[in-house]
C-alpha cells in the first residue's frame, strides 16, 4: 500500500483500506476505483491522507496501533459523554462525569494494553474524521500519543491511568464553546481567541469537582497549553510550575493538531510536526519530551513517497525500531527512470537521509 494526499488521487485508484465515518459507516470500501466523485467526497470530509493499492506497493502493510472496533468504541464514550456536558446545569454535568468515571477508565485500559502491544513506531496520521467530530477524534489520539509517551518514560500504572484519563478529557471545556467559533475558517478576533482560550479553565473547574476524577488528570485540562516560557495559557506559568502531565500533553496535543486535517489549513506530515516541535524545544516544550517522543512516532510513516540524498524514489516499507527516523526504503525509481524495486534499509546506509516527502507532489485527480 502506498499513501496518498487525497488532494492528490487520480480517478481509477483503489483504496487498499475501507474509509469509515464517526458511526463506522464506510464511506467509501477498499478496492473499489475511486471516481471524481468519491474523491470529492473524501475531501469535503477533512480526509487528509489515504493508503492506496498498486503493484509497486505490493506487500507494503501498515498496522494500526488500536483497532478500529476500539477506536469506534471509544469515540461513541468520549463523544456520549463530552455531548452530556453541554447540559446548562453545572450540577448535573459533574454528576455525568461521576457517572461516566468508569467507562473512561474502560477506554484508557483498553487504549494502553493496545499501545503495549504494538511494536512499531506510532502512526495516526490516516485517522479518519469529519470536521464536526474533530474534537472527539482529537482527544483520542492525544491519549493515545501520551500514553505511548508516558509509557518511554517509565511511568508506573497508576500515573498512566491518570495521564491517560486526563488526555482523553483534556479538550472537554470546548464543549462551551460554540461550534461557529471551533470551526471558523478566517482568523479569530481576540475576543473569540480569549473565549477559546477559556476552555482550558472551563475543563479544569469541571473536572476537579467530579468524585471520579483523580486532581492531577484534572489538571491535564489546566495546563496543556501552558509552556515553558511562561507564554502558554491560562495561567501563563512556568517549567518548574507545569506538572509533568502538562509538559506531556503538551507535546502531544500540539503534534496531533498540526498532524491533523483542520477547516481553516491542511495537515503536516509527522516529519514536519516533530520539526515544529524541536523548533519550540526549551522555550515551549520539554527538551526530554520532544526527543523521547521522537523516538515512539513513525516520523516517515508506512507508504510515504520519499526521495532519498542520492536521488532514488522510493516508498517506506518498514519502520526500524528505536531509528524511526531511518525506515527500510523500497526504492522504485533511479534517475527518474522506473527500475525493478529492491528495499535499501537506511539503518545500514548511513551516508545516506531522507530529503523529500512525495505526498502533495503525485497527480491530481483528473
Known amino acids: 500500500m502506498r499513501l496518498r494526499s487525497v488532494h492528490s488521487l487520480g480517478i481509477g485508484d483503489c483504496l487498499a483500506k475501507a474509509i469509515y465515518n464517526e458511526n463506522g459507516q464506510a464511506l467509501v470500501n477498499a478496492g473499489v476505483p475511486l471516481s471524481l466523485n468519491m474523491i470529492e467526497r473524501l475531501n469535503s470530509k477533512g480526509i487528509t491522507f489515504v493508503y492506496i493499492d498498486d503493484e509497486e506497493s505490493q506487500h507494503i502493510e501498515f498496522e494500526e496501533v488500536i483497532t478500529e472496533k476500539t477506536r469506534q468504541k471509544s469515540i461513541k464514550t468520549i463523544k456520549k459523554s463530552f455531548q452530556l456536558i453541554t447540559d446548562p446545569s453545572v450540577i448535573k454535568k459533574t454528576f455525568q462525569i461521576d457517572q461516566l468515571g468508569h467507562s473512561f477508565r474502560q477506554v484508557v485500559n483498553t487504549i494502553l494494553e493496545e499501545v503495549r502491544s504494538h511494536k512499531e513506531a506510532i502512526s495516526l496520521l490516516v485517522t479518519i474524521y469529519s470536521y464536526d467530530s474533530y474534537v472527539f477524534h482529537h482527544s483520542l489520539n492525544v491519549t493515545v500519543y501520551a500514553l505511548a509517551l508516558g509509557e518511554k518514560l517509565g511511568l508506573n500504572e497508576k500515573q498512566l491511568q491518570e495521564l491517560g484519563l486526563g488526555a482523553l478529557l483534556h479538550d472537554i471545556g470546548k464543549m462551551m464553546i460554540p461550534s461557529h467559533i471551533l470551526n471558523k475558517q478566517e482568523p479569530l478576533t481576540d475576543k473569540e481567541f480569549s473565549l477559546i482560550k477559556e476552555h482550558a479553565t472551563t475543563g479544569f473547574n469541571l473536572l476537579r469537582k467530579s468524585h471520579s476524577i483523580p486532581l492531577l488528570s484534572a489538571h491535564c485540562a489546566f495546563q496543556h497549553?501552558?509552556?515553558?516560557?511562561?507564554?502558554?495559557?491560562?495561567?501563563?506559568?512556568?517549567?518548574?510550575?507545569?506538572?509533568?502531565?502538562?509538559?506531556?500533553?503538551g507535546v502531544a496535543d500540539v503534534f496531533d493538531a498540526v498532524t491533523s486535517n483542520r477547516v481553516y489549513r491542511k495537515a503536516m506530515l509527522p516529519h514536519e510536526g516533530l520539526e515544529l516541535l524541536y523548533a519550540g524545544v526549551d522555550e515551549l516544550f520539554d527538551r526530554k519530551m520532544v526527543e523521547v517522543f521522537a523516538k515512539t512516532i513513525a516520523i516517515y510513516p508506512i507508504g510515504l513517497e520519499v526521495v532519498i540524498s542520492d536521488g532514488r524514489e522510493g516508498i517506506v516499507s518498514k519502520q526500524n525500531p528505536e531509528m524511526n527516523a531511518r525506515p527500510v526504503i523500497r526504492v522504485l525509481k533511479e534517475?527518474?527512470?522506473?527500475?525493478?524495486?529492491?528495499?535499501?534499509?537506511?539503518?545500514?546506509?548511513?551516508n545516506l537521509m531522507i530529503m523529500k516527502c512525495e505526498t502533495r507532489l503525485s497527480k491530481a485527480a483528473s
Open 335 to 350: 534517475s527518474g527512470e522506473t527500475i525493478s524495486p529492491y528495499e535499501v534499509d537506511l539503518t545500514k546506509e548511513l
Open 225 to 249: 497549553h501552558e509552556r515553558l516560557n511562561g507564554s502558554g495559557y491560562p495561567r501563563g506559568i512556568e517549567e518548574k510550575d507545569i506538572h509533568l502531565f502538562g509538559k506531556i500533553l
